[in-house]
């Protein structure tokens, strides 16, 4: 090999390197956005009163997995990230009629997992080997939880509340579409949820799995290198959520 060769070989090595950090860590940083003009805030609905039995969240046996997908020409030397945690807290309430359940949950960012292997592998996708590297789980998670993105420090939860509920379009009696009031970095943002729930006399299980951009999070998806490797905005939400009869 010549001596120009060796040269371009390492060169090349390093730029995979430095790219490969990049898709690491990409799901987790948040880019600055330049100063814009900011809209008088739109009144929003007074979260739901709190009826009917209330029923306490068990976070053993509840979960919450967010998948967030790599993008770009680029896109093969960064992966897919699973963030998840069996950490969901508080109550749901339920009265006579399900459509005017209630709940208000926290969700403690400081719990996040990042590409737990277990997870990934429970995916049972190509897209989510399993074999990511310590050292990148906990980098990435470091990321995640610093002021660029989350912002753990100064605000230690993420707290969802009821708007209100209505009937799914199939009109299926046991599943409601939830309307969520939902705070992420002192911010509020309103999402819909598709919700499927189970009621047992002591015990209810809500189940769902729903798209959501993380523009509507007012979160700003990495992308670097012109955008040749980026995260894609859209990321799948799914839960399982165990509450049981308080007292």
């Not at 390492?10 to 809209?39: D, E, I, N, S, Y």
């Not at 969240?57 to 993008?71: F, I, K, Q, T």
């Not at 998840?84 to 009265?95: D, E, F, I, S």
């Amino acid at each position: 090999m010549t001596r120009r060769s060796t040269f371009a070989a390492a060169l090349l090595r390093g730029l995979v390197a430095v790219l490969w950090a990049a898709g690491l860590t990409g799901c987790v940083t948040r880019q600055a956005a330049p100063p814009a003009a900011v809209p008088a805030p739109a009144a929003r609905p007074a979260p739901s009163p709190h009826l009917g039995r209330a029923f306490d969240v068990v976070p053993g046996e509840s979960l919450l997995v967010v998948l967030v997908y790599r993008a770009g020409p680029l896109a093969a030397l960064g992966h897919n990230h699973v963030v998840a945690c069996r950490c969901l807290t508080g109550t749901v309430y339920l009265p006579a009629d399900p459509l005017r359940a209630s709940f208000d949950l926290r969700v403690p960012v400081t719990q996040l997992s990042v590409d737990d292997p277990a997870l990934r592998a429970a995916e049972h996708s190509g897209d989510f080997p399993p074999d990511v590297p310590q050292s990148a789980r906990q980098g990435t998670r470091h990321n995640m939880l610093s002021a660029a993105l989350l912002d753990a420090s100064a605000y230690p939860d993420i707290a969802l509340q009821a708007e209100g509920l209505r009937a799914a379009s199939d009109g299926k009696p046991d599943e409601v579409v939830a309307q969520v009031s939902l705070r992420i970095r002192g911010e509020v943002h309103s999402v819909p949820v598709p919700v499927h729930y189970d009621v047992q006399p002591a015990e209810i299980v809500v189940t769902g799995e729903f798209p959501l951009e993380q523009t509507a999070l007012g979160l700003t998806p990495f992308s670097t290198l012109g955008g040749a490797l980026k995260v894609k905005d859209a990321m799948t939400v799914r839960f399982r959520l165990v509450a049981r009869r308080n007292g």
